[in-house]
């Protein structure tokens, strides 16, 4: 039963505290996406990777890390640099010539108080 | 600055009705645009794409129809279902693996 998962689907974290958000697909897809989705907004690319140990950024970047070591694994770190951190997380995974068709996992709800 | 908007932040539909979803877009060099579907605590899935060569899409009940002079995209539902509530986004692309979302479209299709 293939897909993305992502964990935990709530998260809660102090200000000044770096958060890592787990992404894992079992698609056998080269590429990888994070948006995140604020109240209002659209979706908002954050980082992507197209293949292992490479990646590009997103439109809001600044903030985030990523590191893409394994095919099946794209976890994104929310450093204490990130301003407005509290947000919804979408991750995504798609075949390289088929990037428009993106597939998505539940979300992570992160919470910095 | 958004450059995609779905400017209708809800709509309801009886079902067996046409549902007609809208997104209007400000830049004239996206060049693929798609129509994604959320139904509540799930991830978005793809429903349905159209290059910018053409003006129509189809995919069984699922219709795209771009207007490139009005730089207006429309998906239509025919008919609309129970099944078909959801939070529908529109999306453009500028290049490869980058995409323009949309803040959505609550559909609600009444029985």
């Known amino acids: 039963d293939g897909g993305i998962t992502q964990s935990p689907k709530y998260l809660f974290r102090k200000e000044g505290q770096n958060v890592t958000l787990s992404c894992e697909q079992n698609?056998?897809?080269?590429?990888m996406y994070w948006y995140r989705q604020d109240p209002g907004q659209g979706l908002r690319l954050i980082y992507y990777?197209?293949?292992?140990?490479?990646?590009q950024k997103g439109d809001i970047a600044e903030g985030y890390s990523v590191s893409r070591e394994k095919k099946e694994s794209f976890p994104l770190t929310v450093t204490s640099a990130q301003k407005n951190p509290t947000a919804f997380y979408l991750c995504a995974s798609s075949i390289v010539s088929r990037d428009y068709e993106q597939y998505f996992g539940p979300g992570t709800r992160l919470t910095v108080t | 600055d958004q450059q995609v908007k779905q400017n209708s932040p809800s709509l309801s539909v009886q079902e067996g009705r046409i549902s007609i979803l809208n997104c209007d877009y400000t830049n004239s060099m996206f060049d693929y645009f798609l129509w994604y579907k959320k139904y509540p605590a799930e991830g978005p899935t793809f429903l349905i794409s159209?290059?910018?060569?053409?003006d129509k899409n189809e995919d069984g009940r699922f219709t795209v129809f771009l207007n490139k002079s009005a730089k207006h995209l429309s998906l239509h539902i025919v008919p609309s279902q129970p099944g078909d509530s959801a939070v529908y986004f529109c999306?453009?692309?500028?290049?490869?693996?980058?995409?323009?979302f949309g803040t959505g479209t609550r559909l609600k299709v009444l029985a």
């Open positions: 159209i290059s910018s060569i053409k």
């Open positions: 698609l056998n897809h080269d590429a």
């Open positions: 990777s197209q293949i292992v140990n490479d990646f």
């Open positions: 999306a453009a692309s500028v290049g490869t693996y980058k995409y323009i």
